[in-house]
């Protein structure tokens, strides 16, 4: 009589519980294992992006012999399923035999700030269960040799190395750490000794790096394969091989002899290659008789083919996609001295199985046993052609949080869930919507919903696929993701500030940071912050006159406390850039904020007391001696911009004539356009000690470009006016991101506490030429080899924990009042949008002269939190303005930074262009109106705003009256500021006081 098998998989679970073993597993085990020295060798080939029927066996029209002679000498499966429609969850699956969801990663690997966005990991977590590393501990010898891409990619470039997995040598394409090739590209009729590159900003992602055609790109894999294999053999070890070939994945670059027109023709000229190139491989095994009698080749693709490229016929769906094309992947496995010899050269039509299935066998096959509970079921006896069983626990996937439907080839809505149990296939929506059944024995088009005529399975399985996914870590697909709350008092956000060149210090003499700023191109600034994450309250220390060499484009000041006196370095000019010279304000006495006298222009020239052209001045003390650094031109007029050294008699003199420290186009990165294009540009120095060694950053490429970056120098020998003493590092210390851009002209200080080194750097606003920029700041540490590793720029509106030392802000002494011209608060927004009047604090109001200006909502934050419950007003004054799109109070706000939106929390404003009075809430990137009322504003007399919060209920009055209430539960805790959004603005009289509650209910 048959046997059911879900009887016999509770049986299993309850004696797994028990700890005994079951007796179908045992058997099984004893089955398919093969011990001691015979142990198999295993090469896995992951093909990407390749369609379930795009191999000639497995109906497709290009030719592939080599793969069908595979198949015709092995067994074909084509109820073979990955787990995920996408390649990174498909390769974590296939390597830890878990659901690549319980490690967060549910959609392709990309750049910082869009695995963040998405809920999705940075990398593949190496606590996760690692078939290599089990086979290396085993004895294995174990080889990845083709794309990772589960962590290495983009801006992702303190991923684990390869070897971390368990692998003894990789070598990897763009997105994995270490050793790689990287692809040439040639076209027809293109000149074959100047080929295209692609993908070159990952050479910075490890090397060795070979640059070789990418229509050959799988040869190179196969050759690091087969040198492995041999190294293996010769140190009489097993050997286990990922062959993980990218060549079918676009942008598509078949062998000009096999080109064709259109995507598909593309597509299919270099599948017609690859299986050319794996040739080599299967030859390999196949013609040496002990290879061939102790081999396993597992032969299947990563997910679906890309629309337009392959085909999955008559499957529905392509990659991303829950239906059966994005899903279902050609599988062979191959073994003449392995496999039940009856079943070579056939097809398995009915075991239902998937990749972390593979992963669980192939721990069978090889002899070994998970150290960790895995999804995977072992089905190695179904892989050998021993039986055809089928996995017993249904088969379940989410789709990625980026892959919503309509796009990618199909005009319609991708399910959110789906499961497969035997002949049934269910998808469905997050929220319930959209049902789907598909009888798959009859149906594997998946053409004709049933989910009507069978309620039952549908209730089986809906309940299934919710269970399961109530499991797993939800990423920002779910619904759930999007819930936003206040960020933790010991965290901050960045931007932290509008500007460029930044410059802070830690005051010797008082708890507090000194920034220091040009303001306007006009005059100097210093903030004072006893907080590192903020700017602080603003001190104009000095004024440039109307006119004269010294009046005007005031450039990166910087501040230092040198024998008992405050020196600010800082360039200037008359208007013209080609003037610009150096000069130094000296304090009076140690005050910061006191008098200053100026000194200069200081020599920067050949020749004693000659001047050329100079910039970003900083001082440099060693042994004893004072010296200074800067970016000079080598001659009047040439616009070719060094770093020069030269030694100083006093902090405002110098001593001697400069020398050039280094060239500044010894390396491609120094350009100012890519591939050693237009010049090369050395600026903004600054210097870096740490453990008894000297560094120099300096800024080079284009200020006004996304690709301006970090160099980095070394003073390895004695004396710092030999250029021969100055090393240069070959690779960028630090560069741009997707996501944050432009990074440059950094500083270093300590923490309020003196543990931490923190890295302060400006980036720029938009991709576009220009300079607009704003500040950020986040730690860094130092290699093992005493080198400073400053990491990648952090992306703006990602949460870091605060400096070690640093308070968060206390609470508010009640009742609070503030006229708002003596600060107390923090600005956020360019520094020329603002200013302290008679009147109280303007907001918005455009610059006479602006300077590299835009506009991002300006705001202020009080520096002290407010009450929970509290009732807050403040005197909006629009000076007759009705243009814009309103002012008013923020509050209960945390995570503020430069930008429109980036704050958590609520919005009340006044918006005279629509006579209305509005409310609404940020997440820190989005806005969102919650309510707004209409209400005739006159701008040419002052408003009076207030807002009193009760719990989740919020009641707005202007001018005395109630006008609105609100109810919202996002956020309940946070500070007190003030916005405009686009509307000049006076804002005067602001008042805070804790809400007071009578029998229960609040009252004012």
């Known amino acids: 009589m048959p046997v059911d098998r879900r009887f016999l998989f509770v049986l299993c679970i309850l004696a797994s519980l028990l700890g005994f073993t079951s007796p179908l597993a045992s058997a099984a085990a004893a089955d398919t294992q093969v011990a001691g020295a015979k142990r198999p060798n295993i090469v896995m080939v992951f093909i990407d992006d390749m369609g379930w029927s795009d191999v000639s066996c497995f109906g497709g029209t290009v030719q592939t012999q080599h793969i069908d002679q595979l198949a015709a000498e092995g067994i074909r499966f084509t109820n073979f399923y990955v787990n995920s429609p996408i390649c990174s969850p498909s390769r974590v699956a296939l390597t830890t035999g878990q659901y690549p969801h319980r490690w967060r990663i549910t959609s392709y690997l990309n750049n910082r700030r869009s695995n963040k966005q998405r809920g999705v990991a940075q990398w593949l977590d190496p606590s996760a269960p690692l078939l290599a590393r ?101 140190d009489n070890k097993p050997f286990f091989v990922n062959l993980w070939p990218d060549d079918v994945h676009g942008p598509l670059f078949p062998p000009l002899a096999k080109w064709g027109e259109g995507k598909r023709k593309l597509y299919q000229g270099v599948l017609d290659a690859m299986d050319e190139q794996l040739a080599r491989l299967f030859d390999y095994v196949r013609n040496d008789e002990t290879l061939r009698n102790n081999t396993l080749i597992v032969f299947c693709s990563d997910n679906g083919h890309e629309d337009g490229a392959g085909n999955s016929d008559p499957l529905r769906g392509a990659k991303t996609w829950l239906y059966e094309g994005g899903i279902r992947s050609p599988l062979i496995v191959w073994g003449p001295g392995l496999l039940n010899p009856d079943a070579a050269g056939t097809t398995n039509d009915e075991s239902i199985f998937a990749a972390i299935d593979i992963n669980r066998s192939l721990y069978t096959i090889a002899g070994i046993e998970p150290t960790q509970q895995l999804d995977g079921e072992d089905l190695s006896a179904t892989m050998l052609g021993k039986e055809k069983a089928r996995r017993v626990a249904p088969i379940f996937w989410r789709r990625p949080p980026d892959r919503p439907g309509n796009g990618h080839g199909m005009d319609e809505d991708n399910p959110d869930l789906a499961v497969r149990d035997g002949q049934w296939k269910y998808l469905v929506n997050y929220d319930g919507s959209d049902p789907q059944l598909y009888n798959l024995d009859t149906d594997a088009p998946e053409s004709n919903n049933v989910a009507a005529q069978h309620p039952d399975v549908v209730k089986r399985l809906d309940q299934a696929i919710q269970q399961w996914n109530a499991e797993m870590p939800f990423d920002a697909g779910d619904p759930r993701f999007a819930a936003v709350g206040d960020l933790p008092p010991n965290s901050f956000v960045n931007p932290i500030g509008e500007g460029a060149d930044p410059w802070v210090i830690r005051d010797p003499n008082h708890d507090r940071y000194l920034w220091c700023f040009s303001e306007g191109n006009r005059a100097i600034a210093i903030h004072t912050s006893d907080r590192l994450t903020s700017l602080g309250e603003k001190h104009i220390i000095w004024r440039a006159p109307d006119t004269g060499m010294y009046s005007n484009e005031i450039w990166a000041p910087e501040l230092h406390y040198l024998n008992d006196r405050w020196v600010v370095y800082f360039a200037a000019s008359d208007g013209r850039n080609e003037n610009h010279q150096a000069w130094a304000l000296q304090s009076k006495t140690s005050d910061p904020l006191g008098e200053y006298e100026l000194h200069g222009p200081l020599a920067t020239g050949d020749e004693p007391d000659k001047n050329i052209w100079a910039i970003d001045m900083t001082p440099l003390q060693h042994n004893g001696k004072l010296y200074t650094i800067w970016s000079g031109w080598d001659a009047p007029g040439t616009d070719q911009q060094f770093l020069y050294i030269a030694e100083m008699k006093s902090p405002v003199e110098m001593a001697g004539t400069r020398v050039r420290i280094c060239s500044n186009d010894q390396f491609p990165w120094e350009f100012t356009e890519e591939n050693r294009q237009g010049r090369g540009l050395n600026e903004g120095p600054q210097v870096l000690k740490h453990d008894g060694r000297t560094f120099v950053t300096f800024s080079c490429a284009a200020s006004w470009l996304p690709t301006y970056k970090l160099g980095l120098l070394e003073l390895t020998g004695n004396d710092p006016l030999d250029p021969a003493s100055w090393k240069k590092f070959p690779k960028p210390a630090f560069r741009s991101t997707q996501s944050t851009y432009g990074v440059g002209h950094s500083c270093f200080v300590k923490s309020p506490d003196a543990k931490e080194w923190w890295h302060v750097f400006h980036a720029k606003r938009d991709r576009d030429p220009g300079w607009r920029r704003a500040i950020f700041v986040q730690p860094f540490g130092f290699r093992r080899n005493g080198v400073p590793d400053f990491g990648q720029p952090v992306s703006a509106d990602e949460p870091l924990i605060r400096p070690s030392g640093e308070k968060p802000p206390l609470s508010m002494t009640e009742p609070f009042h503030s006229d708002l011209r003596s600060g107390g608060f923090d600005y956020y927004g360019h520094h020329q949008f603002y200013s302290i009047t008679d009147d109280g604090l303007a907001m918005g109001r455009p610059p006479e002269a602006p300077i590299n200006a835009y506009r991002s909502g300006e705001k202020i934050l009080l520096d002290s939190l407010a009450p929970d419950d509290f009732t807050a007003s403040v005197t909006l004054d629009f000076g007759g303005s009705s243009k814009g799109r309103g002012a008013g109070l923020l509050f209960r706000l945390t995570a503020p930074s430069v930008g429109y939106d980036a704050h958590r929390g609520y919005f009340v404003g006044v918006k005279p262009s629509e006579n209305a009075v509005l409310m609404g809430k940020m997440d820190g990137a989005h806005w969102r109106e919650l309510k707004r009322t209409s209400l005739n504003i006159d701008t040419t007399k002052p408003q009076r705003l207030t807002v009193s919060a009760a719990g989740p209920v919020f009641t707005i009055g202007v001018n005395g009256d109630d006008v609105m209430s609100v109810t919202d539960e996002t956020y309940k805790h946070g500070a007190i500021g003030l916005r405009t959004v686009d509307i000049p603005t006076v804002f005067s009289n602001l008042t805070l006081e804790t809400l007071k509650t009578l029998d229960g209910v609040s009252v004012r």
């Open 134 to 234: 089990e086979l290396q501990k085993s004895g294995y010898a174990t080889g990845h040799f083709g794309k990772w891409h589960m962590g290495g990619q983009r801006d992702v470039d303190d991923a684990p190395a390869i070897s971390t997995y368990g692998f003894d040598d990789s070598l990897t394409n763009f997105e994995g750490m270490g050793a790689k090739l990287l692809p040439l590209t040639l076209v027809p009729g293109q000149d074959p000794a100047k080929p295209g590159r692609i993908w070159e900003d990952a050479e910075r992602l490890g090397d060795p790096v070979t640059w070789m055609q990418r229509s050959e790109i799988t040869t190179g894999f196969v050759d690091g394969a087969l040198e492995f294999m041999d190294k293996a053999r010769e």
